[in-house]
């Protein structure tokens, strides 16, 4: 899966689950900050991940996560593993 692909699903993920508007969903948008994302949010999101891969992103992982390019990057590094 590529890179792109996987920000789209995230994008849409966001959108869908958090009704954030899509015009904040960028590569730098910072999760907590700018995206008003919270730790029960963080919580549903990697739960979210883990249906759509198949794979789990290890909780370590996912605490140094902070923008919307850390989560596509983390889940391109389970597709590669």
């Known amino acids: 899966m590529e890179k792109q692909e996987i920000h789209d ?4 993920t ?3 689950t958090f009704e954030i508007d899509p015009a ?6 910072r999760l907590y900050e700018d995206l008003d994302i919270d730790s029960i949010d963080a919580v549903d999101l990697m739960v979210q991940l883990k ?6 992103l ?3 992982t996912f605490k140094t ?7 596509v990057d983390a889940v391109y590094a ?4």
Do not use: M, N, S
């Open 78 to 81: 389970l597709y590669q593993a």
């Open 14 to 16: 966001l959108h869908e």
């Open 65 to 71: 996560v902070r923008t919307v390019q850390d989560v």
């Open 24 to 29: 904040r969903i960028t590569a730098q948008a």
């Open 51 to 56: 249906q759509h891969t198949g794979k789990r």
């Open 9 to 12: 699903w995230i994008a849409k």
């Open 58 to 60: 290890q909780p370590e």
